[in-house]
């Protein structure tokens, strides 16, 4: 069974999020008023409701802080990791070049963008530190 597709287009700071992210660069925003992390994109700081946001690269580097194995008949079972950010913000994805039982919390990880059916996806694979 497979999920379904998700067919909106994105509008704004999401669209904005997702043009970098299909010139392979990971972007978060960060609060020009308080210095607040912010993923997933959005027009105002969440903590401060402040309008003035800005764009940074992040590193890709993270830890694993929590995660599930999927399992779906006849399917191989993938993991579901939140991954925490060094930049302070988490990130839904999943750990690649492991089995999905094999991930663990704490778990140094470096994301990478792919291509998945034509659009680009952030997937994580352990650092070397790991």
């Given at each position: ?27 978060i925003q960060r609060c020009c008023d308080c210095g607040h992390a912010i993923f997933h994109a959005r027009p105002f700081c969440p903590q401060c409701d402040s309008l003035s946001l800005s764009w940074e690269q992040a590193s ?71």
């Amino acid at each position: 069974m497979n999920a379904p597709v998700n067919t909106a287009k994105p509008r704004g700071a999401e669209a904005e999020y997702f043009a970098a992210l299909a010139a392979g660069r990971l972007m978060i925003q960060r609060c020009c008023d308080c210095g607040h992390a912010i993923f997933h994109a959005r027009p105002f700081c969440p903590q401060c409701d402040s309008l003035s946001l800005s764009w940074e690269q992040a590193s890709g580097l993270g830890t694993v802080h929590t995660l599930t194995t999927v399992r779906i008949k006849h399917d191989r079972p993938y993991n579901i990791s939140l991954i925490e950010l060094d930049e302070g913000v988490r990130m839904m994805g999943r750990v690649e070049g492991i089995a999905p039982d094999a991930v663990k919390i704490g778990m140094r990880v470096q994301a990478s963008i792919i291509d998945q059916g034509g659009k680009p996806l952030v997937v994580f694979t352990l650092t070397e530190a790991a």
